[in-house]
């Protein structure tokens, strides 16, 4: 007996074994399926580069202080948001100069500091409208967006005078300049447009709040910029995106016909990404924007993403059930091969989660047999050449991944975060486990009837704040 082991010690390590192979198999196969697809979406973003169609475009020079050539509403909906939704308010007064447009911040009356902080952060500025909700708070953040649609068509009833675009906007964003004029000109030739989102360095937190920089700036500089050349329906993310007044009211129409309170539909949890697949999936005409004002910086809205474990697993428990979950559901696998492929990606949440948690269970597995081969036991079983190719794919992926994970991190944040975003990859693989079993759960609770609320995320800084503290030194 190797080592003295007891029968039953050899028993377990024989299963052990097999577990390992079969979860060798299962993580190796889904690896190698996920290889296909990235390399797919890196080709096309080579192919787009290399012809000048995926460069960033330069904008002219006080482009920002131009007029506008609509009337523009912004929709920015907040429940306890009173840290941040004065500095929000007042940057959006300072950045954008002109006065045809109008900011309609919803509220609750049951949320006095937000109202008093969205009060003071106005400074009794015209282009600011408080809309206080009829309802207590928290409803879902779609419900809020649908009160402030009705108070802009109340206004539009009262002054005779209609807007041409609706822009959104959350309670913590910090917004370009250039921001507003890009989405109204973007809007002269399209129903919807989408401006990245660039989530801001926390010194407090490299490893959390630092993982969405390397998400969010890949998806932004490539994956959308090809799903725009590629003609796929573009997602909206609910912050620096603009439609046109006349298409959301053709879809407010059709839903409240169907007896929902607005454009927005209040039963999804993410109803920002539906609302930019129901236009570009329709009539509609949807595109992303990348461009970079004179100075060379991305004209993206800028946020601080939660910077805690807790907090990420929550946000993206959030973004898997309505994305992945809700929208299998509500808006099916319907359209061209190009929007299946893309919804495909879109809706990997879960099966990531699962195959990432085989792969992980698979160390801790490899590890125990290590250690009993160390001591002597010889339970070795040759891989197949099929199973050995796909590790070996899936091994030269994690590197081509990493490779491209360091390149866009590096170009937007520097060396330093470039280097960073590939030690963060792990960090990304616990959060996306662990958010994708919540997700799962919270989707079979609402499969037995539990309501919706708006569980959003706390914030605590803007990064207006920082801006400024950067200046002063």
């Not at 049951?110 to 009060?119: F, I, L």
């Not at 206080?132 to 809020?144: E, L, S, V």
């Not at 002269?188 to 920089?213: C, K, M, N, T």
């Not at 595109?287 to 807790?310: C, I, K, N, W, Y």
């Amino acid at each position: 007996m190797p080592g003295g082991m007891s029968d039953f010690v050899l028993q377990v390590l024989s299963a052990l074994q097999i577990v390992e192979r079969e979860l060798l198999l299962f993580a190796a196969f889904w690896f190698v399926v996920s290889a296909v697809d990235e390399f797919a979406v890196d080709l096309g973003w080579l192919w787009l580069r290399l012809s000048g169609r995926a460069r960033d475009v330069a904008l002219a020079p006080g482009i920002e202080a131009e007029p506008l050539q609509g009337r523009i509403a912004v929709f920015v909906p907040a429940w306890h948001e009173a840290e941040v939704i004065s500095h929000t308010v007042r940057h959006m007064l300072r950045a954008w100069s002109q006065d045809r447009f109008t900011v309609y911040v919803g509220c609750y009356a049951n949320d006095s500091a937000t109202v008093a902080a969205a009060m003071a952060g106005s400074d009794t500025d015209a282009r600011i409208r408080l809309v206080i909700h009829d309802r207590a708070g928290p409803t879902t953040k779609a419900d809020c967006l649908n009160r402030l649609y009705a108070a802009m068509g109340a206004d539009e009833a009262r002054t005779g005078r209609a807007f041409t675009s609706v822009v959104l906007h959350d309670a913590e964003d910090m917004v370009h300049p250039a921001a507003l004029v890009a989405i109204d000109r973007g809007l002269a030739d399209s129903d919807f447009v989408q401006l990245p989102v660039r989530p801001e360095p926390q010194p407090a937190s490299p490893w959390i709040a630092g993982h969405y920089a390397d998400e969010f700036t890949e998806a932004h500089a490539k994956s959308l910029v090809l799903r725009g050349a590629v003609g796929a329906a573009i997602p909206a993310a609910g912050v620096g995106c603009g439609f046109s007044r006349l298409a959301l009211a053709g879809l407010a129409a059709r839903r409240m016909g169907a007896g929902q309170a607005g454009p927005f539909e209040a039963e999804c949890l993410t109803e920002d990404y539906e609302l930019g697949l129901t236009f570009s999936r329709g009539t509609a005409k949807g595109r992303f924007l990348r461009l970079r004002d004179s100075g060379g910086e991305l004209v993206a809205t800028r946020s601080f993403f939660p910077a805690t474990l807790e907090e990420a697993v929550r946000q993206k428990t959030r973004w898997i059930h309505g994305i992945a979950l809700q929208g299998w559901d509500r808006l099916g696998w319907t359209g061209r091969a190009v929007d299946v492929w893309m919804a495909l990606r879109d809706r990997r949440g879960p099966l990531t989660a699962i195959v990432l948690a085989a792969a992980y269970l698979l160390l801790v597995i490899e590890g125990v047999l290590l250690a009993a081969r160390a001591a002597g036991w010889d339970g070795v079983q040759p891989l197949s050449p099929a199973l050995e190719i796909m590790l070996v794919v899936s091994f030269s992926s994690f590197l081509w991944r990493a490779a491209w994970r360091y390149a866009f991190t590096a170009r937007e944040y520097g060396v330093a975060e470039g280097i960073r975003s590939v030690l963060r990859i792990p960090v990304a693989n616990v959060i996306a486990i662990m958010a994708g079993r919540r997700a799962m759960f919270s989707y079979a609770r609402t499969l037995r009837g539990q309501q919706l609320s708006w569980d959003k995320t706390a914030h605590a800084s803007h990064p207006s704040i920082t801006a400024r503290r950067a200046i002063a030194r």
